[in-house]
């Protein structure tokens, strides 16, 4: 990460909480559920989970997951990235470079959501794809968002 000699110590802000470590975790958290959701899919398309309502139950696992990241982008849009421009404006073309991401992860979630709402007609190997490539732009992400912003968001007393 560039390092932004205004922002370069890792203390926490009020309350005890590093928000960069706090970005780190919520990332955390999203991978274990993205994966979960992943091991589902497989399972049902495989065939290795012969539960009775499995489309209705990864339907809603998706829309848990999707949820979630839909509404930790929306508080990176709205909280997050307005206080980084305040706090770091070098930081200005990594933001841009993350909403633009946040809009091609977007559109991969309701691909997804689409294909898993109509899962028994969906081709096995078009949904496998599509996890993997959903999986990995997320991972890419993840990774660039936290080597980017970490020191940063650690840096701010909120």
Not at 2 to 13: H, I, Q
């Amino acid at each position: 990460m560039t390092e932004n000699p205004a922002n370069t110590s890792t203390r926490p802000g009020p309350g005890g909480v590093a928000l960069g470590d706090a970005l780190v975790r919520i990332h955390d958290d999203l991978r274990v559920r993205l994966a979960a959701l992943r091991d589902e899919v497989l399972a049902a398309l495989d065939g290795r989970a012969p539960a009775p309502d499995l489309g209705a139950e990864l339907r809603e696992h998706c829309a848990a997951v999707c949820g979630a990241l839909g509404e930790h982008h929306d508080n990176e849009e709205t909280r997050g990235f307005p206080l980084l421009e305040r706090e770091a404006p070098g930081l200005a073309p990594v933001l841009d470079r993350l909403r633009r991401e946040h809009v091609e992860v977007e559109r991969a979630r309701r691909s997804l959501q689409a294909l898993l709402d109509d899962l028994g007609a969906a081709d096995p190997a078009r949904v496998r794809a599509e996890l993997d490539r959903i999986t990995a732009r997320l991972d890419a992400h993840f990774a660039y968002e936290e080597d980017q912003l970490r020191e940063a968001l650690n840096g701010i007393s909120v």
